[in-house]
């Protein structure tokens, strides 16, 4: 699904393979496609190969840890949006998820997947808003330096 050129495919990284059938099936109920790596070595390449702009990341996964994939994910491209999904349910986590920039966190077991739904609708919305606002700000940017370039 795409909407003024932003890539609407949800990239979805958590190595409990069945947790990601779930999710997919709920996120895909409401019209978004998702891809699912249940292999968090190969989340960067997939990230940076496809454009995603939203990625749903556990936490606790094998061979490489959630957190550090956030921050390797955040140095790649700020932009990026990324919901944490975490079945590793701590305060610190969370926080430690919110320092290094995650948009929202939930927790595992879900018995309602509509918070989420809700949370990537907002998310969507929200870099709508930032990607239609770049050419109102880089017009804005223009007309403030090309005066001070002729005189």
Not at 25 to 48: C, T, Y
Not at 58 to 86: A, C, F, H, N, S
Not at 112 to 118: A, E, G, I
Request: charged residues 25%.
């Amino acid at each position: 699904m795409s909407v003024s050129g932003i890539n609407r495919t949800i990239l979805h990284v958590d190595d409990d393979r069945q947790f990601t059938r779930l999710v997919a099936h709920a996120l895909q109920r409401k019209g978004f496609d998702v891809v699912s790596i249940n292999d968090p070595q190969q989340a960067l390449g997939e990230l940076i190969r496809h454009g995603y702009r939203i990625v749903l990341l556990d936490i606790d996964m094998p061979g490489l840890d959630g957190i550090d994939l956030l921050r390797r994910i955040k140095e790649y491209d700020g932009g990026i949006q990324v919901i944490m999904v975490t079945g590793l349910v701590t305060l610190s986590n969370a926080m430690a998820a919110f320092r290094r920039g995650a948009e929202a966190c939930f927790f595992k077991p879900m018995d309602d997947f509509d918070p989420l739904v809700r949370s990537v609708e907002a998310t969507f919305q929200k870099i709508e808003h930032w990607w239609s606002a770049l050419p109102d700000l880089k017009r804005q940017r223009r007309s403030a330096i090309e005066p001070a370039a002729t005189a």
